[in-house]
């Protein structure tokens, strides 16, 4: 006869995980609700949410090729335009762990061609978190470096200019060899002689959706929106960051400590910390990684949370010309997941 008390705690076990299924099937329901919903924005993209190593939720839902009908795929390839950022930040830190770097130097060291007197003031660490003020090389800096926070491209396309002479290697080649390493196969850098399987991006206007035929990607952009790459890439690539595999624990820490505060909608309404490229968010005491990234008709949102070990990727090939609609879809699917049973602890624990 088996005791009373084994009997209680598979009772206690059972309705523990039926109950832990149950949340788990609704978290998944409310998210097919919504990208299934045309108004006010049709989505349009892929989907990877991956705990532990296991996948919970992947879907593909729209097309790659609007015009034609082309469904897309799991595995199709997008520009993740922004998300590209903390790839060149990862680039930078390894010259850095050769001594190659001075963090704290200024930007003329390695950028003797800058003609404005802030290259002697601005250092390649507020290149990093978007505090230098450049807006123009040609131009006077909009405020003195370190007191404030700009976001922009600029600074990403000289933090690259500054890897190639340090290493002596153009930027494509370094990434490439980057993505290799990390077996991110499905990875690359643009190019107009090498698109591979890259499809074109829209611009989402009252869900009528318009081609992007020309790419504002070239060889001075790619350190900053250039990198071409999938939702299981991408997982690659946060496990690989965040669990020391790329860079060294010193690194890794100047690249993840808050060292700026900026404001993003994706992340909340009140300022947050900025890292290399990095946003280091917080929400309903979940602590969190993220960044975003639009143009070219694309959309991305890469977050990862390390005590949950919880990757939520969204790619999209489109974009909406509101800017109110930016990311609509994917803070939706955010806060679903962030209210479920896989942020949250366990009801078998």
């Not at 006869?1 to 009772?11: D, E, R």
């Not at 839902?61 to 595995?75: Q, V």
């Not at 390649?124 to 003020?133: A, D, E, I, R, Y």
Request: charged share 25%; proline share 3%; glycine share 6%.
């Amino acid at each position: 006869m088996i005791p009373k008390k084994i009997i209680s705690a598979f009772l206690i076990f059972s309705l523990s995980v039926n109950a832990f299924s149950q949340t788990d099937k609704n978290w998944q329901n409310k998210i097919d609700s919504i990208i299934q919903i045309k108004e006010p924005v049709n989505f349009n993209g892929v989907i990877l949410i991956n705990k532990n190593g296991k996948t919970f939720y992947s879907k593909a839902l729209g097309f790659s090729d609007i015009e034609n009908k082309t469904r897309l795929k799991m595995n199709n390839q997008f520009e993740i335009m922004s998300n590209t950022k903390q790839i060149t930040s990862v680039l930078v830190l390894k010259e850095f762990e050769k001594g190659k770097i001075d963090l704290q130097a200024p930007i003329k060291k390695y950028l003797p061609e800058l003609r404005q007197t802030w290259a002697d003031s601005v250092t390649v660490h507020q290149l990093l978190n978007h505090t230098h003020g450049i807006v123009d090389v040609e131009k006077p800096l909009v405020f003195k470096p370190g007191t404030d926070f700009k976001y922009g491209n600029l600074s990403n396309n000289l933090l690259g200019k500054i890897v190639e002479n340090v290493s002596g290697k153009p930027y494509r080649e370094l990434a490439s060899k980057l993505f290799k390493q990390l077996k991110m196969n499905d990875t690359f850098c643009y190019s107009k002689n090498d698109k591979r399987n890259l499809f074109f991006g829209y611009i989402n206007k009252e869900n009528k959706f318009t081609k992007v035929e020309n790419s504002m990607i070239n060889e001075e952009n790619l350190p900053a929106d250039g990198v071409i790459s999938t939702v299981n890439d991408l997982v690659i690539w946060n496990n690989q960051l965040h669990k020391g595999k790329i860079l060294s624990p010193k690194s890794y820490q100047l690249m993840t400590s808050e060292s700026a505060k900026s404001q993003h909608d994706v992340f909340g309404k009140e300022k947050m910390g900025y890292g290399y490229n990095i946003r280091i968010a917080e929400a309903n005491g979940i602590h969190y990684f993220g960044h975003t990234g639009l143009g070219d008709g694309f959309s991305s949102l890469n977050i990862y949370v390390p005590k949950a070990d919880l990757h939520i990727i969204i790619l999209e090939n489109q974009m909406n010309e509101k800017i109110d609609l930016f990311y609509y879809t994917e803070k939706l699917i955010k806060d679903i997941v962030f209210e479920s049973e896989l942020v949250k602890p366990s009801l078998t624990h």
